[in-house]
């Protein structure tokens, strides 16, 4: 069970915009750890897509971007395209036992 | 540019050590501040944090496998081994290392995929 909580799934048409919410707890995300987000395309290894909460690396498009609140973070893809179709997963650090980087258990976005 | 490729064997067999490493170029091991990870995969699963090597030497260990990892680095030669003793086949995985960035992993390397089976 991860410590970060994504839904398994969602799904969007082209164009449309789609989030994808990762829930932790009081030890990562409400603890104040930065969370970052990755996109995983089948056979691929994962790519960073948005680190420190909100910030994009070079090369990411303005589609992405992430925000967080509380014990949750949020990754919103706007006009969705057809190569948005993939798994993404969310990160963070969590202190409980000694500390470990911890990842969320990923969500498949489907696009229709 | 920054790269990493993982490299070992494909095939273990339960009980046996596993030894992967991590050549990369683009950065150096000896600035302050850098770090290199190791995380895996299991078939169709998320990502699993395993370790993490500082400039300084200062070591990491997921505290769920602990006991059973070690990771070193050599500077001169852009390298950093990760061992996994008394390998299962649960540790079936791909096998991924990683240049930390900031409190995240940029970029990852290929990736590995381990095979446990007797």
């Known amino acids: 069970q991860s410590l970060l909580t994504q839904p398994p799934s969602v799904s969007g048409a082209p164009g449309q915009r789609v989030t994808i919410s990762c829930t932790g707890s009081?030890?990562?995300?409400?603890?104040?750890?930065?969370v970052h987000w990755y996109q995983q395309l089948p056979g691929t290894a994962p790519r960073l897509l948005i680190y420190?909460?909100?910030k994009r690396p070079s090369g990411v498009p303005d589609r992405f971007s992430g925000s967080k609140s509380g014990t949750s973070a949020s990754l919103a893809i706007t006009g969705l395209q057809a190569e948005d179709e993939a798994h993404y997963y969310c990160?963070?650090?969590?202190?409980?036992?000694?500390?470990?980087?911890?990842f969320g258990g990923g969500t498949k976005l489907t696009v229709l | 540019q920054i790269t990493l490729k993982e490299s070992g064997p494909t095939l273990v067999k339960p009980t046996q050590t596993l030894t992967l490493t991590c050549t990369f170029s683009?950065?150096?091991?000896?600035?302050?501040?850098?770090?290199v990870g190791w995380i895996r995969q299991p078939p169709g699963k998320a990502p699993e944090w395993l370790a993490l090597?500082?400039?300084?030497?200062?070591?990491r260990y997921s505290p769920f496998l602990k006991s059973r990892l070690t990771i070193t680095k050599d500077t001169s030669k852009n390298q950093v081994v990760l061992t996994m003793t008394n390998m299962d086949q649960v540790d079936t995985a791909t096998y991924f290392c990683?240049?930390?960035?900031?409190?995240?992993?940029?970029?990852w390397g290929q990736g590995t995929l381990v095979t446990v089976s007797s």
């Open positions: 990683a240049r930390m960035y900031s409190s995240g992993w940029n970029p």
């Open positions: 420190n909460d909100n």
């Open positions: 990160q963070s650090y969590d202190r409980s036992l000694s500390g470990a980087w911890v």
């Open positions: 009081s030890s990562n995300i409400g603890a104040g750890y930065d």
């Open positions: 090597i500082y400039w300084n030497d200062d070591k």
């Open positions: 683009g950065f150096s091991l000896s600035t302050s501040g850098v770090g």
